[in-house]
């Protein structure tokens, strides 16, 4: 027996089991996109004549935000969109993304421009990875896509910088710091209403969607994009917490949905008992750090 849409009669492509409901291709669309448009709206206004980055790998997530962006904001008078890719030098990864994320900017007639580890830290993922520090490669990799990701879009002029973030992501996320009790770090989670200078605040138009519905959406969209998982990321601690998480929700559905809400309405609490850290300059870089030397210095000294 089929199973009809919840809307309408048409066969049902999914279920979405925290919320109950049998959805159509149209009707799943539709289910996305809204949910987009309206947490967009939440964090904060965008103006007509802003300059919008996309934090773009190539994989599902930052793909289908490059194109849910397109479609929001390209028709908007004076708005510029501009596509970031961070080429970690990873092989077998990065360079088989890489093409695809230049296809999809293509597609859409998005600027994209790409920017190295190689050019801007002075050696690539692979290289970093075999000295095998006891750091791992997550934290290095963490560190340096974000220098990159803040001096490209600074130097593009770009007001806020768009990031794939999904539901399971920022669950994750939330626990994460939780657990080992940095409220600091939770405070300062992005989609970022208190603004530093000399840091591009971040917009997190997915942090709503589970990592499944975009999945779908990139499918029936028919999206191209590059699926694969990071060789280092079996590593990352990130790995158990989205474990624990998963089981929750498969018990529990909208335990993902719970933990963001939960950690929503505690943001202004956290926000005011840890107010904005006055930042320095970085002697050696230029960029904003709340050290004498920013991490990415430190960590670029201890490789070289």
Do not use: W
């Not at 920017?115 to 000295?131: H, R, V």
């Not at 320095?280 to 230029?286: A, D, F, I, K, V």
């Amino acid at each position: 027996m089929t199973i009809q849409c919840l809307k309408c009669s048409k066969p049902s492509i999914t279920f979405i089991r925290y919320s109950g409901a049998h959805l159509c291709k149209k009707h799943f669309i539709e289910f996305v996109e809204r949910r987009v448009k309206k947490d967009i709206k939440k964090q904060g206004k965008t103006t007509d004549d802003a300059t919008i980055g996309i934090a773009l790998s190539g994989g599902k997530d930052s793909t289908v935000a490059l194109y849910l962006m397109h479609e929001i904001f390209s028709k908007r008078p004076n708005f510029t969109l501009y596509a970031v890719t961070v080429d970690e030098g990873i092989d077998g990864y990065r360079d088989k993304s890489l093409p695809i994320a230049q296809k999809n900017c293509k597609k859409l007639g998005i600027e994209h421009h790409v920017i190295s580890f190689e050019d801007a830290i002075g050696k690539t993922m692979d290289e970093i990875a075999s000295l095998h520090d006891e750091l791992g490669e997550c934290s290095y990799c963490g560190v340096f896509r974000r220098f990159c990701l803040n001096t490209k879009t600074k130097e593009l002029g770009v007001n806020k910088l768009v990031t794939g973030h999904n539901l399971d992501d920022m669950a994750q996320s939330i626990l994460m710091n939780f657990t080992n009790g940095d409220m600091q770090k939770l405070a300062r989670l992005g989609p970022h209403t208190r603004i530093q200078p000399g840091l591009v605040p971040r917009l997190l138009p997915l942090r709503t969607i589970p990592e499944k519905e975009i999945m779908l959406y990139a499918i029936v969209k028919n999206i191209e994009f590059h699926n694969a998982e990071c060789p280092y990321s079996m590593r990352a601690l990130r790995g158990s917490y989205r474990e624990i998480i998963d089981t929750l929700e498969d018990s529990t559905p909208g335990t993902r949905h719970s933990i963001l809400n939960s950690y929503e309405s505690i943001k202004e609490l956290l926000l005011g008992q840890y107010p904005a850290i006055k930042l320095n300059t970085c002697p050696t870089c230029g960029e904003p750090t709340s050290q004498r030397t920013c991490k990415t210095c430190l960590l670029k000294k201890r490789i070289m």
